[in-house]
């Protein structure tokens, strides 16, 4: 077997450099999706009807296009119509939060309509306004409802983070793509970002365990 991981001790500090590199841009992303999701879910229940097409328009675009041709438009696109010369950085959070608030909306919404309907009934009936009802009553109740969705949701969102390599954006997989052009050899580096890929995720699983276990205990 024709394997030499020695050649990738030197480049290991600079492919760890990665990790947070490739976290940056992911935690912000899953924030914007998470907030913009949870903004659009409400629309997507509200009484306006022209909001909430818009809302189910805009959530088709997003799951009816792949990620990465997203992401290419958003890095292209942005500078040829606009003039600015956006960063991989910017591009990366813009595509990621854009793409997750799309699904994030629709397990947000299959959430709080899961919720029975006598909650918001009983509060109506107690004259409690919108806003406080769903911020107080609704969504903390869909939210255990929704977390093992959510969380299934930002765990694929750190996975396809590996696709940002692609505008030159130096995450993990960039970076053993540069490591492989040093030392010509693809399989060492790909290995070991793969390796870091899993234990990232599988840490991410388990912190979704211990909050979803935390939850029930609260119940």
Same mark, same amino acid.
């Given at each position: ?9 030197p480049?290991?500090?600079? #492919? ?8 940056q ?15 659009i879910?409400?629309?997507?229940i ?18 009816g ?20 010369d ?9 595509? /990621? ?21 006598g ?14 009802m ?19 949701? /930002? ?11 692609v ?19 693809? /399989? ?11 234990i #990232? ?14 939850m029930?205990?609260?119940?």
């Amino acid at each position: 077997m024709n394997l030499d991981f020695s050649q990738i001790v030197p480049y290991i500090p600079f #492919m760890l450099e990665g990790i947070w590199v490739t976290l940056q841009f992911v935690i912000i992303a899953i924030i914007f999706g998470f907030i913009l999701g949870s903004v659009i879910a409400l629309i997507k229940i509200g009484k306006t009807g022209w909001l909430r097409w818009m809302a189910d328009f805009y959530t088709s675009i997003f799951r009816g296009t792949p990620l990465i041709l997203q992401l290419l438009l958003i890095y292209y696109a942005i500078p040829q119509l606009t003039g600015y010369d956006i960063s991989p950085f910017l591009s990366a959070i813009l595509t /990621f939060g854009l793409n997750s608030s799309a699904y994030v909306s629709e397990i947000i919404r299959a959430g709080i309509q899961a919720v029975d309907k006598g909650q918001r009934e009983a509060a109506e009936a107690l004259g409690i306004p919108y806003r406080p009802m769903m911020l107080k009553i609704i969504l903390p109740q869909a939210m255990k409802n929704i977390l093992p969705a959510l969380m299934n949701e /930002f765990i694929t969102l750190t996975k396809e983070s590996a696709i940002v390599s692609v505008i030159s954006y130096l995450d993990l997989m960039r970076r053993a793509q540069v490591v492989s052009s040093q030392i010509y050899r693809n /399989f060492e580096p790909l290995l070991f970002v793969g390796i870091i890929y899993y234990i #990232m995720v599988m840490l991410l699983t388990l912190l979704g365990k211990y909050v979803e276990k935390r939850m029930r205990q609260s119940d």
